[in-house]
């Protein structure tokens, strides 16, 4: 299982970026991607995550109406769209991976499996 995320780098508030979690070694549609993030400091936050099956989404109240999380199941890649990114979204991202049963769907609240290495999102004020 391997799952790798790119996308990061610095901008200024307000501006947007785009992370790519590209996943395999899995069955993609059987399983939730979530994207997290981490502050030195600070507990890990969940942020978004989508259920590959339904396309069913989940946000943390602190992203809701700025970012997206979005799939291309083709590609076994899940996209976390920022927007109007503010100082505070600083920090590492991480994608990770959630097997689901069928009458289970993506929770932040649920426990992951297998972690990307992260990539670094500055955003400066």
């Known amino acids: 299982v391997q799952l790798v995320e790119s996308g990061g780098g610095l901008v200024q508030a307000g501006g947007s970026l785009r992370l790519s979690c590209v996943a395999s070694?899995?069955?993609?549609?059987?399983?939730?991607i979530g994207w997290f993030r981490q502050t030195p400091g600070k507990e890990q936050e969940g942020v978004a995550c989508?259920?590959?099956?339904?396309?069913?989404?989940y946000y943390a109240d602190s992203v809701k109406g700025r970012f997206t999380i979005s799939s291309d199941n083709a590609k076994n890649t899940v996209y976390l769209q920022m927007n109007s990114l503010k100082p505070e979204d600083t920090a590492v991202y991480y994608c990770?991976?959630?097997?689901?049963?069928?009458?289970?769907?993506?929770?932040?609240?649920?426990?992951?499996?297998?972690w990307g290495q992260g990539t670094q999102v500055t955003v400066s004020s």
């Open positions: 990770a991976n959630d097997r689901l049963e069928e009458w289970e769907t993506a929770s932040l609240t649920r426990t992951y499996d297998y």
């Open positions: 070694g899995f069955r993609f549609d059987g399983y939730a």
């Open positions: 989508i259920s590959i099956r339904d396309g069913k989404t």
